[in-house]
């Protein structure tokens, strides 16, 4: 990277000597325009670098809990789906009609652990 600011800015002062006599002060100014414009360029390349660094690092983090959360899920052991302490808390059955009853406790049994197919695709 410096050998390439040392290159523009040589690049830059050739292009200024062929014009007419200025002040040497106004055209060091230029070149240190040019070399701060450089420097504030590749501070911000090096500030999108780490953000996307972030940004990856939270996303392995998030995959990896998604994985683990999959992987715990999976290993319960069936009897806690069996007794209903792995489903969602039903009503008690005072609260709810007769058939209502039933149909909330079919669908509290069915509400077991289901395999889902996590397909991961690069964009």
Do not use: Y
């Amino acid at each position: 990277m410096h050998d390439e600011t040392d290159e523009t800015i040589a690049r830059i002062a050739a292009a200024l000597r062929p014009l007419p006599d200025v002040d040497p002060e106004q055209t060091a100014r230029v070149l240190v325009a040019v070399a701060a414009e450089r420097e504030r360029a590749r501070a911000r390349r090096v500030s999108a670098v780490r953000r996307w660094r972030v940004m990856g690092a939270l996303g392995t983090v998030a995959a990896a809990g998604l994985v683990a959360a999959i992987w715990l899920r999976e290993a319960r052991p069936a009897a806690d789906l069996a007794d209903g302490t792995g489903a969602s808390p039903t009503p008690s059955p005072a609260t709810v009609s007769g058939s209502v009853e039933a149909r909330l406790a079919r669908d509290a049994k069915g509400a077991g652990l289901k395999s889902v197919q996590v397909v991961l695709r690069a964009p």
